[in-house]
């Protein structure tokens, strides 16, 4: 006959020590005890009425507590508690030992069918929490799709990056590959085979920044036209266009920089002339000023061609009218060039009697210059986002 609400002093005695742990010894001469003051076993499962009332305590204790958890932690606390090896239940089964074989299956059945039943209602009342937690996660993480989007900043190209992209477009469109190479050369390439001896007075207009005797920071990108026309071993014909960074000694000013963008130019096969030279530049400055561009040749002197000469383009400004800005000529400079001298030529490999070639050199940022209106070159390497900023949609 199972009795609510009474608890036999010794069992809740024995019970407690099971809930704090005490030692499997006390426990197991308690049980003992019980059993001897409950000499009275129910018919059907054999459990005396104390053990069946501490039991339905715990039980009742239990299920009241499980109902009580109202999220996983809890949950999980519970289990730990009820049902874990320190729980009062975990304790009866510890000392189990103490008690004669037929207490120890009765007691053993009881504490089974309990445990079963509270496992049972731990899953149905996990199932319910796990259900209440998605739910509620569900409606914390629920999106909005008719908000509007977050603005993302967007970057911008460095004008340099622009201009070199634009002038690699024009070249790869009329046959041109792009070559890059080191920004660290030997005075052999970077002098000696662009016909710059030792003893050449263009050595101090091009001074740079030595490493050591023979390693230096170049001061063209024409070491990469000569070791393309070494790769290439005679062989024809040669269309480069090589951008990259270029060193010099220099006083840094509104239109000078040690450092700065050179995009070089070289063609080399049977009977390259001065005028294919000249119309390849005109096309040049059209597909990047526009068609009515035109361009205009004067003499110049480079070591590493012969003829040499200055290009010059319609003032971008005026029109030709004649400036401020082209100081009254209608026309600005915008490159040098030159059919390649013939000792450059043989120096890498290709016989001067057989070949002919041109060659070109423009500083990238000169043209950005024109192109956008910037007034000093030092703008362009001092990452002021002010600046910057206005060529996002330029
Ligand atoms: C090889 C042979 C010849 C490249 C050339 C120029 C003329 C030139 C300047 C323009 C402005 C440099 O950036 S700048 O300061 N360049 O005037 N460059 S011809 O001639 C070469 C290159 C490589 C093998």
Redesign the pocket.
């Known amino acids: 006959m199972l009795r609510y609400g009474w608890v036999d002093e010794t069992t809740t005695a024995f019970t407690q020590m099971a809930r704090s742990n005490s030692s499997d010894r006390r426990v197991a001469s308690l049980c003992c005890e019980v059993r001897r003051l409950d000499e009275r076993r129910e018919e059907d499962d054999g459990l005396s009425d104390t053990w069946r009332h501490e039991l339905e305590a715990i039980r009742e204790q239990a299920m009241a507590s499980l109902a009580l958890a109202s999220d996983s932690k809890a949950l999980n606390d519970w289990r730990v508690e009820v049902l874990g090896k320190k729980s009062a239940l975990g304790q009866m089964s510890k000392a189990m030992g103490g008690l004669t074989p037929e207490d120890r299956r009765v007691l053993g059945e009881a504490l089974n069918r309990i445990r079963q039943e509270l496992e049972q209602a731990w899953r149905s009342r996990q199932a319910e929490i796990e259900a209440k937690e998605k739910a509620l996660r569900l409606e914390r993480e629920r999106i909005d799709v008719t908000l509007p989007g977050r603005h993302v900043p967007l970057g911008a190209m460095h004008p340099i990056s622009r201009v070199i992209e634009e002038i690699e477009d024009i070249f790869v469109s009329l046959g041109f590959s792009v070559v890059e190479g080191p920004e660290v050369e030997t005075d052999h390439y970077n002098f000696e085979l662009?016909n710059i001896p030792k003893d050449h007075p263009a050595r101090d207009m091009q001074d740079t920044f030595y490493l050591t005797d023979e390693w230096l920071l170049r001061t063209?990108t024409?070491p990469m036209?000569?070791r393309t026309?070494e790769r290439m071993r005679g062989r024809t014909p040669i269309r480069v266009i090589v951008p990259g960074r270029v060193y010099r000694r220099d006083e840094d000013d509104a239109t000078h920089s040690h450092q700065f963008t050179?995009i070089?130019g070289?063609v080399v096969d049977e009977g390259i002339r001065m005028s294919d030279l000249k119309g390849t530049l005109e096309a040049f400055a059209k597909a990047l000023f526009g068609p009515s561009q035109r361009v205009r040749l004067r003499p110049s002197y480079?070591p590493?061609?012969e003829p040499?000469c200055e290009v010059d383009l319609v003032c971008v400004s005026c029109g030709g009218s004649g400036c401020r800005m082209c100081k009254g000529t209608g026309w600005i400079e915008i490159?040098?060039?030159?059919m390649?001298h013939p000792r450059?030529l043989d120096m890498?490999g290709y016989d001067s009697a057989r070949y002919t070639g041109f060659?070109?050199?423009?500083?990238a940022e000169r043209i950005a210059m024109l192109r956008y209106g910037i007034s000093d070159i030092r703008m362009l390497y001092q990452n002021d986002l002010r600046f910057l900023r206005q060529f996002r949609h330029a």
């Open positions: 662009l063209h024409s036209q000569v026309m050179q070089e070289l480079f590493f061609t040499s490159l040098g060039a030159g390649v450059v890498s060659a070109f050199g423009l500083g």
